[in-house]
């Protein structure tokens, strides 16, 4: 096993010198010319002296640039920070400020987004990515360059397991951005753990639908390199209607898709399915969010050769735990989470952290090779979520509180119970805003959910739901309120309901609900 990430191109190259490491957009770049693409980015960095463990950013689009980008940040043994273009202004100065990230890798297209950045101050000495120029008075070393400095032979560089390999942000429940620190060794952990439970191999093609600063961009990239694979970029433009991205997915002959459950809604709903062949898949694999039933029995009516499975985890931990759907007959509803992976331990606790008894619901905890090193920057909320406890065996470990409440099943599996920062007092009940998503979700045209809280100016909140339903369908308020009234009690029954064209996502696909809340003037227009 590789001790760093950057090891297994070399490997891979190796392996596969000719092979497709990643497609995008039809065109292909091999797992050789990676590698030294990689070896050029690096070379690239250490002259502008780069060290071991400093920060370097990443701000790119979807292209072929990415993976070249990632390694080569670690070879010159650095830390990658990938930046979501997409973000907020204020939010990438965030990021790059709490880091301390003094490089930037960019693209041409990103001039006028860099020079913002430049002219709010942001402490950059050096930008990959651009002609010189077009970042002022700062130090810019052209692709062109880089290209130049590309070798078959990888830099010396000292970088060991435990060295920071990424920094990933999330929004977090208040806005703003985590920052969870990742080790060559914590990554590593999940990636050994994806390929083999999944079997990927050479001959394997890994979708890349989310944004590559998510946690799925692990699985899509990483993983893909253990196993010498190839990762297929999905553009903005190819992800544009359900449509095209199942003529992608059919023309890669994608074999392994990864997303949350909204992404594959989509595709069945509106992708056109029954006329394309996607007969090379073999593995669906979703996690974020909940998956409604009628959906998942018609995705696997769907796609009769893929296996079906449910991956859960967060960010700080990767994927802790998972279930296969079987391949036939019924699965448990809700759908469970599944048991922990090889490399992970769970325990189920009260608000003490002691264990609950079997079958209630408590918070869960995992610990294991696979969770992150802490928030960078924020000693409080590393007090409060990683916490000392006793584990299997003689020693005491590490444990990271996820938030979220399971309950254990009599089979050992583990059933999620919703979000602990979902729960909402409405006069005085506790109510689950995800509960509510479910009952919305049964109801026959609604094809997607979202309740939310709404400040009531009385120090208590009021529920509020948003819908997308059936085109076809003659769906009204009422309608979805009398056939709420017959599942959910009365306290918790949205008092507005929302039929809209689309739900907000967040960056990963999940729902935002902070964006559904927000008030006009928080929107910029009206709900």
Not at 84 to 113: H, M, Y
Not at 143 to 155: G, I
Request: proline fraction near 7%.
């Amino acid at each position: 096993m590789p001790v760093t990430l950057h090891r297994m191109v070399d490997e891979a190259a190796m392996r596969r010198p000719d092979g497709d490491a990643a497609r995008c957009d039809g065109a292909g770049l091999s797992w050789q010319e990676l590698a030294r693409r990689v070896n050029g980015v690096a070379r690239a960095l250490l002259d502008t002296g780069v060290g071991r463990g400093d920060r370097v950013a990443v701000l790119l689009g979807k292209s072929l640039d990415v993976p070249a980008a990632f390694y080569g940040v670690l070879a010159a043994g650095g830390a990658l920070v990938p930046v979501d273009p997409k973000s907020p202004v204020e939010q990438i100065l965030r990021i790059l400020r709490t880091t301390g990230a003094t490089r930037l890798v960019t693209e041409p297209g990103r001039r006028a987004s860099v020079a913002g950045l430049l002219d709010a101050g942001v402490e950059v000495s050096h930008v990959v990515g651009l002609e010189p120029g077009d970042a002022g008075s700062v130090n810019t070393v052209p692709w062109s360059a880089v290209d130049q400095l590309a070798s078959d032979r990888p830099p010396t560089v000292d970088v060991g397991g435990l060295d920071t390999s990424y920094v990933l942000h999330t929004s977090g429940s208040t806005g703003e951005p985590k920052l969870i620190r990742h080790t060559h060794s914590s990554a590593l952990a999940f990636v050994e753990w994806a390929v083999e439970t999944y079997g990927l191999g050479p001959d394997d093609r890994l979708s890349n639908h989310s944004s590559h600063h998510t946690c799925f961009a692990t699985f899509d990239f990483y993983a893909a390199a253990r196993a010498a694979a190839t990762t297929v970029i999905l553009t903005p433009a190819a992800m544009l209607m359900p449509a095209s991205l199942a003529q992608v997915i059919e023309g890669e002959s994608v074999t392994i898709w990864y997303s949350v459950p909204t992404a594959l809604v989509q595709l069945l709903l509106r992708g056109n399915l029954e006329e394309r062949n996607l007969d090379a898949l073999r593995w669906v694999l979703f996690a974020g969010e909940t998956f409604p039933e009628k959906h998942l029995q018609h995705l696997r009516a769907r796609l009769p050769n893929a296996r079906l499975s449910h991956v859960y985890g967060s960010t700080e931990v990767n994927v802790c735990t998972f279930y296969h759907l079987p391949e036939s007959g019924s699965w448990p509803s809700p759908l469970p989470i599944g048991r922990p992976c090889s490399n992970a331990a769970a325990v189920v606790v009260d608000e003490a952290l002691e264990p609950v008894a079997g079958g209630d619901a408590g918070e869960l905890l995992i610990s294991g090779s696979t969770v992150m090193s802490g928030y960078w920057g924020d000693s409080d909320r590393n007090r409060r979520v990683l916490v000392r406890r006793p584990a299997p065996g003689a020693f005491d470990d590490i444990y990271f509180r996820t938030g979220d409440r399971v309950r254990t099943l009599p089979d050992g599996t583990l059933s999620f119970a919703g979000r602990a920062d979902l729960q909402v007092k409405v006069r005085g009940y506790r109510v689950e805003l995800e509960e509510i998503d479910g009952a919305l979700l049964a109801l026959g045209p609604v094809h997607e959910a979202a309740a939310f809280a709404v400040p009531d100016g009385e120090g208590s909140s009021v529920i509020h739901a948003a819908v997308v339903v059936d085109e076809a369908a003659e769906v009204t308020h009422k309608s979805l309120l009398d056939g709420l009234k017959s599942t959910l009690p009365l306290y918790a029954v949205p008092s507005v309901i929302e039929i809209v064209a689309s739900l907000p996502r967040t960056p990963t696909g999940k729902v935002d609900r902070k964006m559904l809340a927000a008030t006009p003037d928080d929107k910029g227009t009206p709900r």
